[in-house]
């Protein structure tokens, strides 16, 4: 289907709205507006224009359920705070503001939350940040074949839905786990799932300090403090 198709020109229509409506809640709805435009601008004559739309819009309105979510659970804290519970639930509290803030990827089954908004925050540093650090490695090294830059972004895709509906690549397993219920299994998978992006965050933290990729750059700032809000900063790999 022709980019122009009325169809499409309707799918869009609806994701500017959606995002126009994200605005109300997040500072990101512009650059995450900015991105698809020129993602879509940029599409291959032979990619399926209608697909890409239709992820789109998935997306933005994952963004938005979350976000509203986000306010309801807000709310739910201040009632329970109201209450006299300020002190306990402010401890049990400080852990899940730090992931909050980050979308969610949609996980059916799971009940593992932080797992789901580590690697909805892998999507969004993939869509927001990716770009700019991309950009500075491919200067470092302009031979991409088998360079750290192709290591690490080999990495990333592993991490990334290629297909709506399906899981990303990293998550294959747990995936498989969460079909057969095996509750250790299940907390295996996640663990290993986990463990995988840590690796490729260090891995890559590690990259742009050694590259000296400016450390003020907002691609920086959201990586480290990636890593920091999930605890993930031991996670790293055995140096042989």
Known sequence: MSKNSNENEITISKIIACYNDLAAYSNKAQPLLDSFQSRYRSL????????????????????????????????????????????????L???????????????????????????????????????????????????????????????????????????PPALASYYDMLRHGDTYRIDNAAFNATKEVAFFLNDTLALLQKVKFPEENEAFIYLKNLIDDFKLKEIKRKIN
Not at 46 to 66: K, N, P, R
Not at 121 to 129: N, P, V
Not at 146 to 166: F, H, T
């Open 93 to 167: 509290q400080q852990n899940v503001d730090r992931i909050l803030k980050y979308p969610m990827l949609n996980i059916e089954n799971s009940n593992n939350e932080e797992l789901m908004h580590l690697f909805g925050a892998i999507d969004e540093l993939d869509r927001l940040h990716w770009p700019a650090i991309s950009r500075f490695l491919r200067e470092v090294f302009p031979l991409k074949a088998k360079s750290p830059l192709e290591i690490i972004e080999n990495q990333l895709w592993s991490m990334l839905s290629v297909q709506i509906g399906r899981p």
């Open 44 to 91: 291959p004559p032979d990619a399926s224009v209608t697909v890409f739309l239709t992820a789109e819009l998935a997306f933005v309105e994952g963004l938005i359920g979350h976000e509203q979510k986000t306010i309801e659970v807000a709310k739910e804290k201040q009632e329970k705070i109201d209450k006299g519970h300020a002190i306990i639930n402010a401890h």
